[in-house]
């Protein structure tokens, strides 16, 4: 039986593959079925990523993942420019193994764009911030930049395209490679030029209460 834990990880890991969109329902007792798990740990779980600002609940809709705010998705990505470039920016040096992670990593992502699988290519493009933030040495503030990812994956996702994706992943070897040269001032803006242009030309949504019914609304327009 799963623990909390692992069921938001997979709650996690499901956003940042894209399988779960913004505003998806996660209905509880579909949850139990699917992991086996209680009810108790089901809450736990879903109230987990609550704390997080991943998942918001309502008496008409109940659980479902968050739709952000521009307030919202701007304090976001503002949070993780101020993580990111913190942990470049305290860091001596970089060693071999990590970077040698960062390759690795970096091999996948490429692997991921040419093979056709959009769930693992925008997972794996969230995932290499978190990579990075474990190969300078920080398990805690991966975790952190993990969740901030995932949140702001609910609303840079919908609007990425196959352009957009390759352009991430010309970014992130150009940090690697900033990083390889021990250029640490270099790694440090172009994680934070790369960061600031996602937030910049995303179409953030407005600030309301989302209609539940506007996708079924779009549905059914008449054809002609």
């Excluded at 209905?27 to 108790?40: K, M, N, S, Y």
């Excluded at 952000?68 to 949070?79: D, G, N, P, V």
């Excluded at 040698?100 to 959009?118: E, I, S, V, W, Y």
Aim: charged fraction near 25%; charge should be neutral; aromatic fraction near 4%.
């Amino acid at each position: 039986m799963p623990t909390p834990i692992e069921i938001s990880d997979r709650i996690l890991e499901a956003v940042l593959a894209k399988k779960l969109v913004a505003g998806a329902r996660l209905g509880e007792q579909q949850l139990c079925t699917l992991f086996d798990a209680t009810r108790a740990a089901v809450r736990e779980a879903l109230a987990r990523l609550a704390v997080r600002g991943i998942v918001k609940s309502s008496a008409r809709r109940g659980w479902y993942l968050a739709e952000l705010t521009k307030e919202e998705a701007a304090a976001a990505f503002h949070a993780r420019n101020v993580i990111e470039t913190g942990l470049i920016r305290c860091a001596k040096t970089v060693d071999k193994a990590a970077l040698k992670r960062l390759r690795t990593h970096l091999k996948r992502q490429k692997d991921a764009l040419h093979g056709g699988n959009a769930g693992l290519r925008s997972y794996l493009l969230g995932d290499f911030h978190v990579c990075m933030a474990e190969a300078l040495g920080s398990q805690l503030l991966a975790e952190t930049v993990r969740e901030l990812t995932a949140r702001t994956t609910l609303v840079a996702l919908r609007y990425q395209s196959d352009d957009d994706a390759a352009h991430s992943f010309e970014e992130h070897s150009a940090i690697v490679a900033a990083l390889a040269d021990g250029d640490l001032a270099l790694a440090e803006t172009l994680v934070s030029e790369h960061l600031t242009t996602w937030e910049a030309k995303l179409p953030m949504p407005v600030d309301s209460e989302p209609d539940a019914l506007s996708e079924l609304r779009q549905a059914l327009q008449p054809v002609a």
